[in-house]
């Protein structure tokens, strides 16, 4: 039993309130992408992996659980919504900044690549090239608008899934068709 010290204490420590867990979500998102948890070194990403995992894993049944209290139970269900909705879109914005630098990096490693390749043998040949070119110059368009975005937005993660698709594609219909000798095409 807790003794009548803590309790005073307890009595005269100042509320604290809480968003409701749409305010923190819609404060996150209208947030610059600086503000939002960014961990630099590979011992924070790692205890944010793991504390993150851990709370999306254990506090969903915990959540289930929480009408069952009377009095306090809907609140402690909101409140545990709103870390859950904090929680993913943290590693959603997290996970599109990566996701971004990488597709930034492969654009830049692609077009040097096909810059140093020797010149095309057939015109087959040269019209996928620039077909590529054209493909990649069209996704660094869309790389530089989706850089402006929020991070944390879904609809950016599927933006940048078929733009990395796109350019696979056509990466992909160069590789096979420039792999063939100039006796193997098929003529249209």
Same mark, same amino acid.
């Given at each position: 039993?807790?003794?009548?010290?803590?309790?005073?204490?307890?009595?005269?420590?100042?509320?604290?309130?809480?968003?409701?867990?749409?305010?923190?979500?819609?404060?996150?998102?209208?947030?610059?992408?600086?503000?939002?948890?960014?961990?630099?070194?590979?011992?924070?990403?790692?205890?944010?992996?793991?504390?993150?995992?851990? $709370?999306?894993?254990? !506090?969903?049944?915990? %959540?289930?659980?929480?009408?069952?209290? &009377?009095?306090?139970?809907?609140?402690?269900? *909101?409140?545990?919504?709103?870390?859950?909705?904090?929680?993913?879109?943290?590693?959603?914005?997290?996970?599109?900044?990566?996701?971004?630098?990488?597709?930034?990096?492969?654009?830049?490693?692609?077009?040097?690549?096909?810059?140093?390749?020797?010149?095309?043998?057939?015109?087959?040949?040269?019209?996928?090239?620039?077909?590529?070119?054209?493909?990649?110059?069209? $996704?660094?368009?869309? !790389?530089?608008?989706? %850089?402006?975005?929020?991070?944390?937005? &879904?609809?950016?993660?599927?933006?940048?899934? *078929?733009?990395?698709?796109?350019?696979?594609?056509?990466?992909?219909?160069?590789?096979?068709?420039?792999?063939?000798?100039?006796?193997?095409?098929?003529?249209?």
């Amino acid at each position: 039993m807790p003794s009548l010290k803590k309790l005073r204490r307890w009595k005269k420590a100042p509320y604290r309130t809480f968003q409701s867990h749409t305010t923190a979500t819609e404060s996150i998102l209208a947030s610059s992408s600086s503000q939002l948890p960014s961990p630099s070194s590979s011992r924070a990403s790692t205890i944010y992996r793991n504390t993150s995992d851990a $709370a999306q894993t254990y !506090l969903p049944p915990i %959540q289930a659980a929480a009408n069952m209290i &009377p009095g306090v139970g809907s609140i402690l269900k *909101g409140a545990i919504g709103g870390i859950l909705s904090t929680l993913q879109l943290v590693d959603r914005h997290i996970q599109n900044k990566v996701d971004l630098k990488t597709l930034r990096r492969r654009l830049y490693q692609l077009r040097h690549h096909i810059d140093n390749v020797p010149t095309a043998r057939t015109p087959i040949e040269e019209t996928l090239r620039q077909e590529l070119l054209s493909a990649l110059e069209t $996704a660094k368009s869309e !790389l530089e608008r989706m %850089q402006k975005r929020i991070r944390g937005a &879904p609809s950016l993660t599927q933006d940048i899934a *078929g733009c990395i698709t796109t350019v696979n594609n056509h990466l992909f219909e160069y590789m096979v068709t420039t792999a063939q000798s100039p006796t193997e095409y098929v003529y249209f």
